[in-house]
């Protein structure tokens, strides 16, 4: 069977290229072993934030007396209810792939694909022909060899989603996006968590405020933080009870908790697809690319978690779309990797864009700082959602918007705002001279521009 273009991985890299494809009139097939929408729907994003929304609904039962409403008994979390939630969410959405799949005439074919050569993929001893073969197969956690995953006593992120019972305690190992989502969500139903980061702080990839400002977060959960802190091993005992030696600023240490979650990152797929024998090149655990996502050998190309840059779903997707529209001879823009949204889903949220504080003081670039704290919000107030902030960072010379970091409810809502902005080379006045709706928490942001630009009237 002969194809214009065969996408290898149904995830949101993968899903997107064949749909764009189709779109633009290709003959498209997809590649795919496992369920479609790949780690994101069924395994990674999707569900995850099924949960934190359980875990928050559970919270806000717990505190609806602030708001003026008496509970008939103590609310209860039922953590297979939430996991069963959860699956169903993951179901519907995978199932929704399929169907926009089948809606834009997408072959959807089962199993392992790997380059056979040129044109060539074969997929469980079946050969395949196309132009041009687009490699999107995702990545999944890493494993340290001193933090081995038996899916019982220490999990990976996949196993974490699925538990049939609280544990009395977890330790997680990494504080990134996934390690705090988790260190959130079992905290917020009573289970004792200790968080241990390598690095200096906490969201080591955020604005330091940012950092600061969760950690106080988690302390006040009563989650435990050890930051520069090495992990150098964990055994299990016959009771099943895990020890966990560390090293850090107190010197060696051992903790013991039920589990331990590892979420220490991942490691691309690239093994076992043909790219040694096909010749393309990779480095560091990625497949080298152009801005157009060319690989080194001619028809074959990669996006996604299998190539430098953010591991992050909307990238994938935006680099599927380039990829796809420079293959069918559109022109279109490299995606700018300077202006990537990032979000955490934990209570409170973090979202940001752009570059950090630290990143322009790097640079030696000149820059003015625009704050606003969501206690000086009406609608943060009224929700009694007071926690956190917004911060925006304009460039000194022409006012335009570098950055923006902020915490608190449903900023994660309010990123677009500031993303588009920064695309579009929008200002500090810019921005502080839009209407924004009253009463939001949206207003922050307009807020803490006027605060940049010397302007500010609730400060």
């Given at each position: 069977m002969k ?54 609904v559970?919270g ?21 209810k ?170 060696a ?50 996006i ?64 003015t700082?625009?704050r ?48 588009l ?25 307009m ?13």
């Amino acid at each position: 069977m002969k194809y214009d273009i065969i996408v290898v991985g149904s995830g949101p890299g993968g899903y997107v290229a064949a749909i764009r494809a189709a779109q633009l009139g290709r003959k498209v097939a997809l590649v795919e072993r496992a369920e479609p929408g790949g780690v994101c729907l069924n395994r990674g994003c999707i569900p995850t934030k099924a949960l934190l929304k359980s875990a928050q609904v559970y919270g806000y039962c717990r505190n609806a007396a602030r708001y003026g409403v008496e509970l008939a008994s103590e609310p209860k979390a039922d953590l297979a209810k939430m996991v069963a939630r959860s699956r169903t969410v993951a179901e519907t959405m995978s199932k929704g792939v399929r169907f926009l799949l089948q809606k834009n005439g997408i072959e959807l074919i089962a199993g392992f694909g790997r380059l056979a050569g040129p044109g060539r993929l074969e997929v469980e001893g079946t050969i395949f022909e196309a132009d041009h073969i687009i490699l999107a197969t995702g990545a999944r956690p890493r494993e340290l060899p001193f933090l081995p995953v038996d899916g019982v006593h220490v999990l990976a992120s996949h196993q974490a989603l699925t538990l049939d019972r609280l544990p009395a305690s977890m330790i997680v190992v990494g504080s990134g996006a996934i390690g705090s989502e988790f260190a959130w969500f079992y905290a917020a139903l009573g289970v004792e968590v200790t968080v241990v980061e390598y690095l200096p702080r906490i969201l080591p990839l955020e604005d330091e405020e940012v950092s600061k400002a969760m950690e106080r977060a988690f302390r006040k959960m009563r989650i435990g933080v050890l930051t520069s802190t090495t992990v150098k091993g964990v055994t299990v005992d016959a009771a099943g009870l895990c020890t966990v030696e560390v090293e850090g600023k107190k010197g060696a240490e051992t903790l013991a908790a039920e589990v331990v979650l590892s979420a220490v990152g991942i490691k691309s797929n690239i093994e076992g697809i043909g790219l040694e024998e096909a010749g393309v090149r990779t480095e560091r655990d990625k497949v080298v690319v152009d801005a157009f996502y060319h690989t080194s050998v001619p028809g074959v190309y990669a996006i996604g978690d299998i190539v430098p840059g953010p591991a992050l779903a909307h990238v994938a997707s935006a680099e599927a779309i380039c990829c796809v529209e420079a293959i069918c001879g559109l022109d279109p823009a490299p995606v700018d990797y300077t202006t990537i949204p990032s979000c955490v889903f934990t209570t409170p949220e973090v979202a940001s864009v752009g570059f950090t504080e630290q990143q322009l003081q790097e640079r030696g670039a000149a820059y003015t700082v625009g704050r606003f704290p969501f206690t000086a919000s009406g609608k943060a107030t009224a929700a009694g959602d007071r926690d956190g902030f917004v911060k925006l960072l304009f460039a000194a010379e022409d006012g335009k918007l570098l950055g923006a970091h902020m915490v608190g409810a449903h900023v994660t809502e309010l990123l677009a705002e500031p993303t588009l902005a920064r695309g579009l080379g929008a200002t500090a006045h810019d921005i502080a001279r839009t209407i924004h709706a009253h009463p939001t928490m949206n207003e922050a942001l307009m807020e803490a521009a006027e605060a940049a630009a010397g302007e500010a009237i609730h400060l």
